[in-house]
């Protein structure tokens, strides 16, 4: 069976690309508009003089397909809120503003700020449109604001801070991603709520997982066993404490904790079980399915409309639908028409990680477990289950791998092992969680069952930490690049068709795809890199790196256990494929190529030298008359780490910018660099 026989095949691949342009490219909204409106009309004429003829002409295909990528386009285009003229990026707004906001989603806290995502309905009275990033400091005696809720308060409107250190993730260009571009940082008594009705089905679905976690906590669960309970049943991960978190990430089940289409699909099954004796009504065969399509989608909202939930109760909708018109589905066809409704909504879902593992994993399952399963097929079923749950752990994983190591850099060894006790259970967990939640609601919850119900998850909990404590079959820090992750996919699809086919066309595809990554390897691992210092930012610390070819060398006042497992080091040694890092302390005098370079500490020692230094880094805050400094050994640049007082810094600044002099401050520009 070919896939690209399938239209809907082709016209999603078009809708993407057009989304792809569009998000790269960046092209007028106008521009998108007048595109399609030809596009339509060449088809349109096209399909006029074609429509008696036997053989079609192919410029009809290739304009139909071009009309599907200007949709793609205007799509994109038309979800841009920056787009509107009353998005507050269009506003003049400078300094401390009136604005109202009506909470649209809350996010996972940090130490110091509960953090929202926030509509605008007004600023300085006039009306205004946009998202924002909320940021609320903290207080135990402040409650966290519910979905819906409407708020005054006077603030300043702050960019999103871009990464400060090479390689580290990009959290401004996944907030852009929601439409999100600016951020403002509150507390508890600069907020006042103005309603806190719901007035969306959002809303109302917040108001219900509020009211399952009170009666949840009224009725004695702690809070890990509730936080995995959100996570497993509502789709929320806001409260998983770090390391059980890590704990998951670490075995290869962190999966489970994304409500995903093992969740929709049990609960798929209850469903069909409740609704069957609609079948005796009349009308029972279009009831049926409209009432389990509605409360997917209402369990849908209610876990948060995630990619990955999305997919799965989109795909599972169709699926319904056509079982009760005893239609026949095409897996393929089903996955990818629920990609292309979801696209259609959701153009921005395409660069979400969430979305590209959800469905690459689903390809792998439907594509690789068939072939895996029956390379052995026992006769026993106590064999015979064990074995199909391995091939479908293993046949997902060929789907998601590539791209798993592109985002995240490291693999699991022990997935299989941690996936064959736990998935087996989980439709238990699922199912018995759910009616815990109803019995919950309807005020009717035995001790016993809360107390049967936590140790199932608590023993949950602890064999995921048994699995994760193997360290030594965790491989981390394994840098692959976009270009590897597309030679890889080429290479899994090519010995799948081997397989199918085993013609001699595709095991030459198999082997230039086995090529082109020992070239990419051999490319990344063997081609000259260029010698660099980086003064890294590092809050309250400094950290200085002399990189030479695949060693890096890290200067510092750190703890050395706690370098170990910095993220900065860790991206860096990832993004340049360093082999090599060495830990050395802080000197005063370093020289790199022709630079010679002066680090000043907390006591500003900088008389008598002999050499005028080409750089200046200050650290730790010295006391010294930036001044007289200058004028005493001129150097060509002054950089200030983020161990400095701001004040200090801000002095310093005032004055390089007197004596013309270049000034970086790593809190603000990044980490300094030199090639």
């Not at 069976?1 to 792809?20: D, S, Y």
């Not at 706690?562 to 991206?571: A, E, F, H």
């Not at 001044?627 to 150097?635: A, E, G, T």
């Amino acid at each position: 069976m070919k896939l690209l026989n399938f239209i809907i095949i082709k016209l999603t691949a078009c809708l993407m690309v057009g989304i792809i342009s569009a998000h790269y490219l960046k092209p007028s909204f106008n521009l998108g508009l007048y595109l399609s409106i030809g596009l339509i009309g060449a088809v349109f004429f096209f399909y006029l003089r074609l429509k008696h003829k036997v053989n079609t002409s192919p410029f009809f295909a290739v304009i139909t397909y071009c009309c599907m990528v200007s949709l793609g386009i205007n799509t994109y285009n038309l979800q841009n809120e920056q787009l509107q003229p009353q998005h507050y990026t269009n506003l003049e707004l400078k300094g401390v503003i009136d604005i109202v906001f009506k909470v649209k989603e809350r996010l996972k806290p940090d130490l110091y700020n509960d953090k929202y995502i926030v509509s605008l309905i007004s600023a300085n009275q006039k009306e205004a449109k946009g998202k924002l990033l909320l940021n609320v400091k903290r207080d135990s005696t402040f409650n966290v604001l519910p979905v819906d809720c409407i708020i005054y308060t006077k603030s300043d409107l702050n960019d999103i801070q871009k990464p400060l250190n090479p390689h580290q993730f990009d959290y401004s260009n996944y907030l852009k991603l929601k439409q999100v571009y600016n951020q403002t940082y509150l507390r508890p008594n600069d907020i006042l709520i103005l309603s806190e009705q719901p007035t969306s089905i959002y809303g109302l679905a917040d108001r219900l997982r509020t009211t399952i976690n009170t009666r949840l906590i009224k009725a004695g669960f702690e809070d890990d066993v509730l936080s995995i309970i959100n996570a497993l049943l509502l789709g929320q991960r806001q409260t998983i404490d770090k390391s059980i978190y890590n704990n998951y990430v670490n075995s290869g089940t962190i999966h489970i904790l994304a409500v995903s289409g093992l969740h929709v699909g049990i609960l798929l099954l209850i469903l069909n079980s409740i609704f069957k004796p609609l079948l005796l009504l009349k009308y029972g065969r279009i009831l049926r399915p409209l009432i389990i399509v509605l409360l997917l989608w209402l369990f849908a909202i209610v876990a948060g409309l995630s990619p990955s939930v999305t997919r799965a109760v989109t795909m599972f909708s169709i699926i319904s639908i056509a079982m009760h018109l005893k239609r026949p589905t095409n897996i393929y066809n089903t996955l990818v028409i629920s990609a292309f409704l979801i696209l259609l909504v959701k153009p921005t879902f395409l660069f979400e990680v969430g979305f590209q593992m959800s469905y690459l994993a689903v390809l792998g399952i439907v594509s690789i477990q068939p072939i895996l399963y029956k390379l052995w097929q026992p006769r026993y079923w106590i064999v015979d289950k064990p074995w199909q749950i391995f091939t479908v752990t293993l046949a997902a994983q060929f789907g998601v791998v590539p791209i798993s190591l592109f985002y995240f850099h490291q693999f699991p060894g022990l997935f299989f092992v941690s996936n064959l006790v736990v998935i087996p259970f989980l439709g238990l967990i699922l199912g018995l969680g759910l009616l815990v939640i109803v019995m919950a609601l309807i005020g009717f919850l035995p001790k016993t069952v809360v107390e049967i119900y936590s140790l199932i998850i608590e023993s949950l909990n602890g064999f995921i930490a048994w699995v994760a404590q193997f360290e030594e079959f965790l491989f981390r820090d394994i840098p692959f690049t976009l270009v590897q992750v597309l030679c890889a996919y080429a290479f899994i699809i090519s010995a799948v068709q081997v397989y199918k086919f085993k013609t001699f066309k595709w095991v030459s595809l198999c082997f230039i795809c086995i090529i082109c990554l020992q070239t990419t390897y051999v490319y990344y691992n063997f081609k000259d890199k260029d010698d660099a210092f980086i003064v890294f930012n590092k809050s309250r610390f400094s950290m200085l790196g002399f990189r030479t070819y695949n060693k890096l060398e890290i200067h510092h006042n750190i703890d050395s256990e706690k370098l170990i497992d910095d993220p900065i080091i860790k991206n860096y040694k990832v993004g340049e494929q360093i082999d090599f890092v060495t830990l050395d302390s802080l000197q005063h005098v370093y020289q790199f190529r022709n630079n010679t370079i002066l680090v000043m500490n907390s006591l500003g020692l900088y008389k008598g030298l002999s050499f005028h230094p080409n750089l200046i880094l200050l650290r730790n805050s010295p006391r010294i008359n930036l001044n007289r400094v200058i004028d005493s050994l001129k150097p060509q640049q002054i950089v200030a780490d983020a161990s400095n007082y701001k004040s200090y810094v801000e002095r310093w600044k005032a004055t390089c910018r007197a004596k013309k002099i270049p000034f970086h401050y790593t809190n603000e520009k990044g980490a300094f660099i030199i090639k």
